[in-house]
């Protein structure tokens, strides 16, 4: 992992007055690189966050707007996803270090730089379609699949198709 493109998305949180602070950070690949083996590998945009401060929390708020580079899993050609997002979440003060939900996070009193890179990140992803349809693909060029057990063309088959070995068995399960 490379610490500088990391340290990129830090925000100094020690010294912080308890009042609102506006951020920006790029969504590029520098961003994409930091993670492994990632669904988007390129991307381009910004997120904004509002941090607001008090004496026992943060608030973070994202507004993420971007597009990132997608592979159709149809055609197999590459296009361009349009992901706009708006979450939030809130930091406690505590003793150690712990995910108390996936919006509310506790972290030590005396850390002094918040990352958000993996924020960002979990946040692109999240928004990216499970079905992955470039855009210049019709509706009725494209297959549902319709996924069937089998069982009633089986069953159907069979009563036309028994073999004559089994068929005194057949009856047997009948009575």
């Known amino acids: 992992m ?15 007055s308890n009042k609102v602070h506006e951020y920006r950070f790029p ?8 993670f492994e083996q990632s669904i988007a590998e ?17 608030t973070l708020h994202f507004n993420i707007n971007a597009k990132v ?6 055609s197999v050609k590459p296009f361009w996803h349009d992901i706009v997002v708006e979450k939030d979440i809130m930091v406690k003060f505590g003793e150690e270090d712990e995910e108390l939900s996936e919006d509310v996070i506790v972290i030590h009193r005396d850390t002094q730089f918040f990352n958000v ?14 079905k992955r ?7 009725e060029e494209r297959p549902d699949i319709v996924y069937s057990s089998g069982e009633q063309e089986q ?21």
């Not at 390129?42 to 943060?58: D, K």
């Not at 580079?69 to 149809?74: A, G, H, K, P």
């Not at 890179?117 to 499970?130: D, G, K, N, R, T």
């Not at 069953?155 to 009575?175: S, V």
């Open 42 to 58: 390129r991307g381009e945009g910004t997120c904004e966050v509002v941090l607001t401060r008090s004496e026992t929390m943060i």
């Open 133 to 139: 349809i470039h855009p210049d693909i019709k509706d």
């Open 117 to 130: 890179a993996e924020y960002i990140y979990q946040f692109l992803l999240l928004s990216i379609p499970m």
């Open 155 to 175: 069953d159907e088959t069979e009563e036309q198709e028994i073999d004559p070995r089994w068929a005194a068995l057949k009856n047997l399960k009948q009575e």
């Open 2 to 16: 490379d610490k500088k493109a990391f340290r990129t998305f830090e925000i100094s949180i020690f010294n912080l």
């Open 27 to 34: 969504i590029n690949e520098t961003l994409f690189n930091l």
């Open 69 to 74: 580079e997608l592979i159709c899993d149809i």
